[in-house]
């Protein structure tokens, strides 16, 4: 078995990425900017933790990040 050696090769990481793009373009004609930067700094805040998770060495620490995200 491969052990993962970044975090953008989690699959979790990948999918949540593709949800931020998403969520940028859907929200991209919204015209109340404050409920469209809090949706959007949401689902950034999704790939954040993982990466941060991954980057702190643990499997708990990863564990907890990934419950958080």
């Known amino acids: 078995m491969a052990t ?3 975090f953008e090769d989690l699959i979790c990481w990948q999918k949540a990425r593709a949800l931020a793009n998403g969520v940028y373009k859907a929200m991209k004609p919204c015209n109340d900017y404050g ?3 809090q949706i959007q700094r949401a ?3 999704v ?3 993982i990466a941060e998770g991954f980057e702190r060495g643990t499997k708990q620490e990863l564990i907890n990040y990934l419950y958080i995200a």
């Open 4 to 6: 993962i050696e970044k």
């Open 35 to 37: 409920f469209r930067d």
């Open 43 to 45: 689902a950034v805040s």
């Open 47 to 49: 790939v954040s933790n």
